[in-house]
């Protein structure tokens, strides 16, 4: 069974530690689900139930990596500013508490120059600058466009980093934990599927594959799923046309089919996943 381990990682806590004190109560506290009460003023007023169950087994499974942010509005009573997706995939799960940080009144300028300042630590890890601008984007209400300049970044490295928090949060942790790299981590999030995605964290960390083989896997991947892509597809005679239709029926996916002139060529079945590829094998043992 799973161990659960904090998935913030020491350098988060690091990070706030001086808003900390000049803003007490701004840390990452375990709060009770039963304290707190929706923002009336959330804009979102439906959420996607699909969504909202996985990400309720992931925070069963791994826990919260992203706190929710709360304003104390009386004692033992909060309000969410942001975070509302997360409270209730916490609530679905049956958790009785949360980690959030708890922000008072009026304490916005202080927690910017905590937060700016301490962002350039070097001990933090991507998914912890990520979270740090994603936090002053909803509460502050900054745009990337006016984040990047109070950070003295470029709006580009931002948004990378931003697009690093839709990743699965087991490849989130995986960032944290540094079992890859921020270089992966860019990479594997050009692939759109969630599952793929986990499917290639896998890979990399069972086969340490470097950023450029991973850079290369995704490539194959997207070129394979593009039906816009350019590669154009060899002329087969219809007999093996109709033969590279019945093969890719017989294992549900497209099959690659290359002929020379000379008549010579070789068949390539892709699969996503190491599940993927035990379908395809029982498929051939089963031709036997």
Sequence with gaps: MMVKRNALGRGLGALIDDAEKVQKGAGISEVGLSKIEANPFQPRS?????????????????GLIQPITLRKVAEDKYQIIAGERRFRASQMA????????VRKAKDDGMLEMALVENIQREDLDSIEIALSYQRLIDELEYTQEELSSRVGKKRST??????????????????????ISMGHARAIINI??????????????????????????????????????T???????????????????????????????KGK???TIPFKSEKDLERIVKIIENQK
């Design 265 to 267: 060529g070789k068949i």
């Design 94 to 101: 049956g958790m009785e508490t949360i980690p959030a940080y």
């Design 158 to 179: 931002i948004a990378n980093y931003l697009r690093l928090l839709k990743l699965p949060a087991i490849v989130q942790k995986g960032l944290i934990d540094k079992e």
């Design 46 to 62: 439906k959420f996607d139930e699909e969504a909202l169950k996985e990400l309720s087994s992931s925070i069963k499974e791994i």
């Design 231 to 261: 590669k154009k597809s060899p002329k087969f005679p219809k007999a093996f046309t109709g033969v590279k239709k019945q093969l890719d029926q017989v294992f549900n996916t497209r099959i690659d089919f290359s002929m020379n002139e």
């Design 192 to 229: 759109d599927d969630p599952d793929t995605q986990i499917a290639i964290y896998e890979q990399i960390v069972k086969h340490a594959y470097s950023v450029r083989k991973v850079e290369e896997l995704v490539r194959n991947l997207s070129s394979e799923e593009d039906p816009k892509s």
